[in-house]
């Protein structure tokens, strides 16, 4: 049963332009139930004009911690006192918790993806990585598997220049060529024969639903495991050419989860338990009518 709201209740919340279609009140208020916490999460619409002014008044009104959304996972970093080394390297970050003397920022799409990773047992460790697309999403998820000791990546962009800004950023970070870029469209190039995949572009999303950036079985073949980011549709075609090739797909909403258990912990210094989140991702299916 929820709690009741009172004196006492902390409030959390997101920050982003839109916000009416998150899921992230759902996943925060949903984990402060199960865990008995008097923590109320909601939406704040804010324009970039009025970014800063947010992020100051949140801290004047006591607010315990903040998820931030597009447009502003960038610019808010410009909002903190503190800065976590993973969002640094990323450049973007996604969660602000509340320190004594502002907020300090994180980046929990990474430790959501790898959360993904770790729950469907994907190894990472000297592995070999494809990640299509090179924006906001790619940039989390390439600087995770780094994290984790992935073995080497291939960058594979549209724009190919954006893939090498990228992969110059993390073989400086990492002081090895542990990243490759390259055009969407030289895949062929790619020696390795069994890759972990991961879908970072845009393409596929909801209404979309028949597109891909790839669509050459020979590419899926060499894919043993493919995790597409988006989670709208259920099953994207990425995600449908990956296990008409023989290989596991997974969708994005694990990671939607994770990052925000991962940003509920941070916020309260609890740990939330498994059989939690697992049910969490129950409501969140049901939401999306995913049953
Ligand atoms: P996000 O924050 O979701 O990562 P983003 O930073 O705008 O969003 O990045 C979108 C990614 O999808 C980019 O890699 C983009 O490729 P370009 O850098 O070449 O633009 C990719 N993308 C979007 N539309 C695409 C399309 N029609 N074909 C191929 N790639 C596309």
Redesign the pocket.
Known sequence: MRVEINGKTRVAGLLGDPVEHTLSPLIHNTIAEMMGMNVCYVPFRVSSQHLAGAVQGAFSLNILGLNVTVPHKQAVMDCVTELDPLAEKIGAVNTLVRKEEGYAGYNTDAYGFIRELAHEEIPIKGECAVIL??????RAVVYALAEEGIGRMYLL???KE?AEAVCDGVNKSYGKELMIPMA?EAYRDIPEKEVLAVQ????GLFPDCEKC?ITDDAFYRKVYAGVDLIYKPLETMFMKLVRKNGGNAYNGLKMLLYQGVAAFELFTGEKVPEETAAAVYDRMCRELHYE
């Open positions: 697309g090179a924006g906001g999403a790619s962009n549209r724009r954006k969407m970072c572009t845009s393409v950036v």
